[in-house]
């Protein structure tokens, strides 16, 4: 297993990116299975004009394939955010703690790199987004289901933020030998409703 540990301070730029959209609902689109031009134009009109994330511009000759359903912008931060219709997540690379090449016999050693690091990113989110209105982890016998139903599945920590339209989840992965999880770290999105 190799591990990569590096300070927060992507993380401390993008959740101070987020708290500042005091309401998601104008973000929320469409709840299908639309694709392509139209729908990434709706979704960039509509964080346009609720924030002041610029898109990512089309390069010359680019055209939004009739698959997309994404769209990245970057925050006055710096910040690269990635949005969907229905979910919005910073890409940090950079930033905390993270297992990778991990093994069949490394899984003790992830799960406890998890444990030592959820708590810098616990108190770092909940400086920027106040006390969490859920936390758990996999200890506890009800966590699949404890804040909602499946929403520890595959989980190993979960904390949780409501939001006016919108949840903010920061979450660690549970490490698995079967199927084998190659990665781990601690991660957050915004489930926009």
């Not at 199927?179 to 999105?189: D, F, M, R, S």
């Amino acid at each position: 297993m190799k591990t990569q540990d590096r300070p927060l301070d992507q993380d401390d730029l993008a959740m101070a990116d987020l708290a500042e959209i005091p309401d998601w609902t104008a973000l929320a689109g469409p709840d299908g299975d639309e694709s392509g031009p139209e729908v990434v134009r709706a979704l960039v009109y509509r964080v346009m004009g609720q924030t002041s994330w610029q898109p990512w511009p089309l390069q010359p000759g680019e055209i939004i394939d009739a698959e997309m359903v994404s769209w990245g912008f970057t925050t006055r931060r710096g910040t690269t955010m990635i949005v969907f219709d229905g979910l919005a997540f910073p890409d940090c690379p950079d930033s905390g703690w993270s297992a990778y090449d991990i093994g069949p016999d490394d899984i003790a050693a992830a799960e406890a790199g998890l444990d030592a690091h959820w708590p810098d990113h616990l108190a770092l989110a909940t400086r920027h987004w106040g006390e969490p209105d859920y936390v758990g982890d996999d200890s506890l016998p009800d966590f699949v289901d404890g804040w909602e139903v499946g929403a520890g599945a595959g989980r190993r920590h979960l904390a949780v933020w409501l939001r006016e339209g919108a949840e903010f989840h920061l979450y660690s992965t549970k490490p698995s030998k079967d199927p084998l999880t190659t990665a781990v770290g601690v991660n957050y999105a915004v489930y926009i409703d």
